[in-house]
Each structure stands twice: as C-alpha cells, then as structure tokens.
C-alpha cells in the first residue's frame, strides 16, 4: 500500500500539476522539489549507484537533483501531451540538425535519455507516423503495481494516438517492423539502448570510450535492407523549460557494426552533455564488457 501511495504521488499527482501552471512556472516548482532528497528515492540510489562505476560527478547534490528532474518531466510530459498542441509546441521545443527525407519508410531512434513524447508530435505534423517498439506490459495489472501498471498502459496508449500508430510490442517485432519500413514505405521508432537479456545477439560497439554492445535485432534488420535511420535526442533546459530536439540523418549504412557504432556515438555525445539524464545506468554492465577499462564523463 505505501508503495502504490509512493507511485501515485510521484508518477500522478506532482507531474500532473503541469496540466494547471504555466510551463515555465512549473518548471521552476520542479526544479525547487528535485532539490528534496524524498523525491524518487530509490530511483535516484539506483541510478547514481550504478553511474559512479563509469563516470565521476563533480557535485552528486546537484547531479541527484538532475535525475529527480529528468524522472519528473518525463511523467509530466504524458499529462502536457494529453493536454496541449501545436501552439505549446511552437513555443517551447527548438530543432535543430537534419531536414527528413518525406518519401520512403525511416527508422526513427532515440535512447532512454531526456524526454522524447514531444519528438512524437513533431514528426507526425511532418506527416510520419512512427510506430514505437516498445517493452510489453503485463497483460493483468496485479494489486501492488496497480498505479505504475495503470499509467504504464496509459504511456503507450497516448504514444499511439500522438504517432497515430499502434505500437509494437516487443517479441517477434522485427519481421513487423521490417514489413512496416519496405512494404508499406512507413515508419518505425525504435530505442536500441534497452537493457541486454541474456542470450540476446548483441554487436560490439564502443560506447563512453569502453568495450559495450547493443541489441542487434533492430540494428541488423536497418543495415540489412538498408533502411533510412533518423537518430534523434531531445531533453529539457531546467533553466527556462525549452525542450532541444535535435535531428541527425538520414544513416545509410549496409553492415551492421557501422550503423551501431554511429548509434553508439550519438549515444556517448548525449550522455557527456548529461549523464544525469540516461535513465537505464540502473542495467548499464548488460552493456558493458566487465574488463572494460575506466573513463569518466565531466
């Protein structure tokens, strides 16, 4: 019961006064209430525990209170988009980098850093509709993880309605996406930091100047039929709220170990601007190589 309360107040009722403030307020708020150490407690203990093996902070109050932010406006983020359109786009996301190629099938990435709902919105005014592959949800919300299940489905569900595109859930995705992308010409959104299984076919890649590797499904299918790849991140400012989407591509690549190393690349860029905001540091030795040897990151 405490757990659920926990959820409830960090994943509902603090984000969800985005919906009544103006935004730069809110932001303000957020940044006052990242500052308390009662504020997603164990997710902050996970992150920086696991963080420390790879990189060093400079100050750990300030890096903690980061987290706690990032973490917020990412729940806040699917109230925003439930409740605001083009104009609170208009005024409050930057792009830069590449134009898009309109004309064939794309296969969008990001990674588990910063916010990516608004990203969403921005290519389906571009006319795409990305189909995001994503991690399944238990099909039966058990009692204990009733709030985190609810608002979980509730995630997805919106993801689909600002792509205007199902989902696809992963497990037997590749041969969907792959039918997406060269039979239909249309869009995929795909996120290839996520957590190794074991087992799982992995490529080498160098990721913070280490040995690492990242999930090839996705990967592979790409640089096999040679497919459009638009690598792309997006964070929020603390400092005045603006979001910076920024667009690199289209990547043509026909082997799979210099696509994954380009991903790879733009992965480490994103996490030396802030380490703070990957929020998958948690599971980072499923990506790493245990003889690897030690960098740090400002």
Partial sequence: MRHEARTFFES????????CLPWRLCVRIFWFLCGKTWLFPTATDLVCHHARDYIQFENEQTFRQKIRFHLLVDQADFYLSCTRGRRWFNKYVRIQGDKIDK????????????????????????????AWLHAPLQSKIKWG?????LVGKGRIAQVGRLAEAVPIAVGNSVEKMRYRLVEEKS???????????????AIPV???????????????MAASENISVYAYTM??????????????????????????????????????????????????NSFFEPSSENTSVA
């Fill in 187 to 201: 869009s995929v959104m795909a996120m290839p930091d996520a957590p190794l299984r074991s087992g799982a076919s």
């Fill in 103 to 130: 004309d064939q099938g794309s296969l969008f990435v990001t990674f588990h850093w910063g916010q990516g709902f608004w990203a969403l919105k921005y290519f389906n005014l571009l006319g795409f509709k990305p």
């Fill in 12 to 19: 509902v009722l603090i984000p969800v006064i985005c919906v």
């Fill in 206 to 220: 160098k990721l913070l100047g280490r040995s690492a590797r990242l999930p090839a499904g996705v990967i592979r």
């Fill in 235 to 284: 964070i929020v400012n603390p400092e005045d709220g603006m979001r910076d989407l920024r667009i690199r591509g289209p990547i043509h690549y026909r082997d799979e170990e210099s696509l994954a190393q380009a991903l790879a690349d733009m992965l480490t860029e994103a996490i030396e601007k802030d380490p703070s905001a990957w929020y998958v540091w948690p599971f980072a």
């Fill in 145 to 149: 993880s009733c709030v985190s299940g």
